[in-house]
């Protein structure tokens, strides 16, 4: 029990420190970015502010030396700041952008999820050869699709084509079905990629030949032993793949005009909001740093040999 302990602290340790220097280092590279936004916008002649007032302002959004620290504490104790487009909080911000792009990025990585079991069992229960290496070939294609052509693309044939989802309008369903498909065909392809190859590796291990010659069907060695052993690898993909969520939010919620963490990602970086692309970038991190922390610490209840090791 001490040994699992160390082990998740170990974990947690390490989330913490990459959360750290991930916030360091987009701090350094935002307070290098050419151009001063607060002076953009402050140094107006109509507001008839001092210099003193400008400079108080500036140290207000950590733009003066010792803004790190402030910038710092505020994140730990949550609070983001305030963004220099709007002049409202950061964390109000993001509250209204954020539950857009959960409801978008779950449904995404979930049929993302889907498509790559389908992908990688239908090539393993696949006999013919040629069956088997054209839907081996399906990933490479979808990994290769831009995201923003296949959402116009989506868009052209159901919609103005087919007319079977409306551009403007329609139901929170009919809203979501092409931003969720643009986005979890990318997704989907490394996923069924990692997950085949591990299926046909465990499929030559010595275990799964006595299961057969012990009378178990194909369906049977496949989903019942196969499967698990070969579920490791690919969630540690699907780990990663969940970070690339908020980067294919931004395209995908720019091309179908939807409001959520991309969409504000998009106007801050066209604002040089540096409050509010600092607050995307921890986010982004943290769901990124949760999600594989998850899967670190389900390795070991998945597979024993991995517990007894740590």
Do not use: C
């Not at 979808?142 to 923003?148: G, N, R």
């Not at 087919?162 to 065909?185: D, K, M, N, W, Y």
């Not at 969409?263 to 991190?285: F, G, I, K, S, Y």
């Amino acid at each position: 029990m001490a040994v699992e302990v160390r082990y998740m602290l170990g974990r947690v340790g390490q989330a913490l420190l990459v959360l750290w220097v991930a916030f360091t280092v987009g701090y350094v590279l935002l307070q290098l970015l050419p151009g001063d936004a607060i002076l953009i916008k402050f140094q107006n002649p109509e507001l008839g502010l001092s210099p003193q007032q400008i400079a108080e302002i500036r140290a207000d959004y950590g733009k003066n030396g010792a803004g790190y620290l402030h910038t710092l504490l505020g994140f730990l104790h949550g609070d983001f700041g305030y963004s220099i487009d709007t002049g409202t909080p950061v964390i109000e911000r993001l509250g209204e952008a954020l539950p857009q792009t959960a409801k978008l990025a779950s449904a995404g990585f979930a049929l993302a999820v889907v498509i790559a079991v389908l992908i990688a069992f239908a090539a393993s229960y696949s006999r013919p050869a040629w069956i088997r290496g054209a839907l081996l070939s399906v990933p490479s294609l979808f990994i290769s699709v831009p995201a923003f052509w296949l959402g116009i693309l989506l868009i052209q044939v159901f919609s103005f084509r087919l007319r079977l989802v409306p551009v403007i309008g329609g139901s929170e369903v009919q809203q979501l079905v092409l931003p969720v498909l643009t986005l979890a065909v990318p997704i989907s392809a490394p996923i069924a990629q990692v997950l085949a190859r591990s299926l046909d590796q465990v499929a030559t291990q010595p275990f799964v030949a006595v299961v057969a010659a012990k009378g178990a069907s194909r369906g049977w060695i496949l989903w019942r032993h196969v499967a698990r052993n070969a579920l490791l690898p690919t969630l540690t993909v699907a780990g990663l793949m969940f970070g690339e969520l908020i980067a294919g939010s931004v395209v995908t919620e720019t091309v179908f005009g939807r409001t959520g963490v991309g969409r504000l990602t998009e106007q801050a970086v066209n604002a040089q909001d540096t409050p509010v692309m600092l607050a995307v970038v921890v986010l982004a991190t943290t769901s990124f740093v949760i999600i594989n922390l998850v899967v670190d610490l389900l390795f070991p209840v998945l597979d024993p040999r991995l517990k007894a090791a740590t």
